[in-house]
């Protein structure tokens, strides 16, 4: 198969001096001016100096210098595949999404796999939380879920995550360590941010060293609505669950991974695609209404939180199957960029104030990243539906329209003067009723941060929890300040006392700390 895509190689022989000709194409400049020589710059004589005025040498090295963009600011190292979406059930009666409604139907679709904290060079093995991002080119163009393979995250409010990442990255002086968690800032940071502590503990479970990406769930995290044609609003939150099931590798074998393979999640994923082994997930989703949401102890507008599977179970929806390797891993896999806001007719966001965050960031990032606002125009971007507006030039513009007209309304013919809006095909948000005052203070709804990190926990074979102890200790062995470990262990005895004395036991603390007060300033703590 890959000799198919890449052509035979040519028999070695003697003869060094490749030239066009038969079907060997022209070599060309970026104009298009055919190239008579391409292994020797223009100088002044055969030994003298090389002569500025080379064309051919300006423009490949010119080229060649603004090779590089910017790595994404977080999830730099990824790995991209095409796949498509195939709905085996409708979900007609809670949404209106073309996507969702007939049995059989299936739309292209590219999956982008990643580390979160380490660079576009970092090895895949990492313990990291891995990216599971998803854009479905639908009939009513992109939608994209932009998930993970963990269910929740570390913060509840997108004011935190430049705070995170910062902390998570490598130390500003010494630019060290790369894509680990064990160092004192990432761990400072946690130990008081006790909103973290149900997402610590799915990171310090087998879950973040995965086997394979084929063997990663993922989560679209935050709760969002569907929306029916009747207008009628149903939470959901989506799941991706693998067909190859869950499965992990230990720290041990990730560590030697690691040093003999960097590569090795990429690789097994590009083997198993050219190999026929398609990759393939059921698109699963929990729907509940709004009386359900109020019934839960919890906010379903909290991304900390999960709706426990026992509340509502995960109907199974779909498919996701990935069956081809990009042909270039930069106009695909770099290029490509997701965004939470691309949605489609019958999704709705909710008040999720990490959503509501994303929405903005996404966008705002890649604008720098892609080089100015016309990135919807590169094939991987590009929805795969007539695309009809009146935006124009910016960097890069080349889907400028046609013809005067490049407002609305106009009272120009409809051949040149539409596109038109459509009020019964096109996207009305939900019309959500808010009321409240202005504040930066969090809701006392979202103040629990321990009972689910509790259940998570408890949830675990015992192997599985023996790991989360295990690597407790080995991170935070890795950090240097006592206060750090002691302040973390004091978080670990409001989740479970028996996991706290293991990690004390296993930093060799000398006692057990206070248990952790959580408490942040609520809205209940507002004057009267
Ligand atoms: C990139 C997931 C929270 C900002 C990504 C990517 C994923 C992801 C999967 C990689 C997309 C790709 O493959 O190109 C998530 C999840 C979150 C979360 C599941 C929480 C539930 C946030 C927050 C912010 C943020 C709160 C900012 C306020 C970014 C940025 C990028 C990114 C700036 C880089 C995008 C690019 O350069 O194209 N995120 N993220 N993320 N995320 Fe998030």
Known sequence: ALSDSFGEPQAAGGETHQVAGGDVATLTSAQGMPIADDQNSLKYGARGPVLLEDPHFREKIFHFDHERIPE?????????AHGFFELTESLADVTRADVLQRVGEKVPAFVRFSTVAGSKGSADLARDVRGFAVKLYTQEGNWDIVGNNIPVFFIQDAIKFPDLIHAAKPEPDRGFPQAQTAHDNFWDFISLTPESMHMVMWIMSDRTIPRSLRTIEGFGVHSFRLVNAEGKSTFV?????????????????AVKINGADPDFHRRDLWDAINAGDFPEWELGVQLFDEDFANSFDFDILDPTKIIPEELVPVRIVGRLVLDRVVDNFFAETEQVAFCTQNIIPGIDFTNDPLLQGRNFSYLDTQLKRLGGPNFTHIPINAPKVPVANFQQDGHMAIANRKGRVNY??????????????DPAKGFTSFAATEEGPKLRLRPESFADHYSQARQFLVSQEPIEQKHIGDALVFELSKVERPDIRARIVSHLLNIDAGLAQTVADGLGLAALPAPAQAARPTVMDLPV
């Open 408 to 421: 609305e309304p106009n009272s120009w013919g409809a051949e040149i003067g539409g596109p038109r809006e």
């Open 237 to 253: 939150k989506f799941h991706w669950k693998p067909k190859a099931a869950l499965q992990s590798v230990v720290w041990n074998e």
């Open 72 to 80: 994404r600011v977080v999830h730099a190292r990824g790995v991209g």
